[in-house]
């Protein structure tokens, strides 16, 4: 049985249930940066995505997870597998915890580290890249904890707030033997 499960948090499936969290935390302005979204969702949206929440990642090229503190069903952030290339056995990765007061308590570290083994061990990927904000120290420090290492930056990459901001990529590559 594969397990996305640690100390405090276990990382689980999308539910219908997960309808109002994700609602907020895709129309919370304060995080659109982090995730790329641009404009305001829907719960019609919100809740078709759900229904298609059952495609595995070979069809959709994305896994979502909630990320839910051990002694609860209720999830408390996001993480994410996207752009899965199983040709090239890479995918990007993404994280976000809602609320401010869950931060920096680890939960997002323990998640972070749940879905690298899987994506290595389990998908047999080769690399994970992260696209960061150069502003975001928190999630440079994040990745870079685990050994991501920032291989360029992208000039003017981002807009927002009425500027351009960099981007930095960050990758890491599976040195285990595959």
Partial sequence: MITLKGTSIYLRALEPEDLEFIY???????????????????????????????????????????????????????????????????????????????????????????????????????QLFANIGVENEASSHLFSTFGFEKIGVKKDWIYSNNQFQDEAIYQLINTKKE
């Avoid at 051990?70 to 993404?94: C, E, H, Q, V």
């Avoid at 994280?95 to 389990?122: C, M, P, T």
């Fill in 24 to 126: 907020h935390i895709e129309n919370d302005e304060t995080i659109w940066e982090v995730s790329n979204t641009q404009t305001p969702y829907s719960k019609f949206l919100i809740r078709q995505y759900l229904e298609n929440a059952h495609q595995d990642i070979y069809e959709a090229k994305q896994l979502r997870l909630a990320i839910c503190e051990n002694d609860s069903n209720k999830a408390m952030g996001l993480i994410d597998l996207f752009d899965f290339d199983p040709k090239n056995k890479r995918a990007g990765i993404g994280i976000v915890i809602q609320n401010q007061a869950n931060r920096g308590k680890g939960y997002g570290k323990e998640a972070l580290s749940l879905l690298i083994d899987y994506s290595f061990v389990h998908l047999q990927l080769h």
